[in-house]
């Protein structure tokens, strides 16, 4: 599985960036995909994940300002990222997780998000 993210950029706070994640050599629709941050000294964390079926799973400290959503005809993944603030700024990796035994991780190679304030 191949995952090519893109979309990244500098933006103002308050501004918004939509990133893509396109999927390649497999069957997309069985892949739980998602998205996960990690910023300049910590740990890699969730941001939010899309099942095949549309439900969604979205970190409380970007919820209401972030949408995830899935292509399934297009094998993409989207977030839509609104009110951008500062602590925002992280690279963004995509995420496949194979909903079906065996239960195969794979990740995109990143793009950078930078907020200035």
């Known amino acids: 599985v191949q995952l090519q993210a893109s979309g990244g950029g500098l933006v103002q706070a308050g501004g918004s960036l939509r990133l893509s994640c396109a999927a390649s050599?497999?069957?997309?629709?069985?892949?739980?995909m998602g998205w996960y941050r990690q910023a300049p000294g910590k740990q890699r964390e969730l941001v939010a994940t899309i099942t095949s079926g549309g439900s969604t799973n979205t970190a409380d400290s970007v919820k209401g300002r972030f949408t995830i959503s899935r292509d399934n005809a297009k094998n993409t993944v989207y977030l839509q990222m609104n009110s951008l603030r500062p602590e925002d700024t992280a690279i963004y990796y995509c995420?496949?997780?194979?909903?079906?035994?065996?239960?195969?991780?794979?990740w995109g190679q990143g793009t950078q998000v930078t907020v200035s304030s």
């Open positions: 995420n496949a997780l194979r909903s079906l035994i065996p239960r195969t991780n794979y």
């Open positions: 050599g497999t069957t997309f629709a069985i892949y739980v």
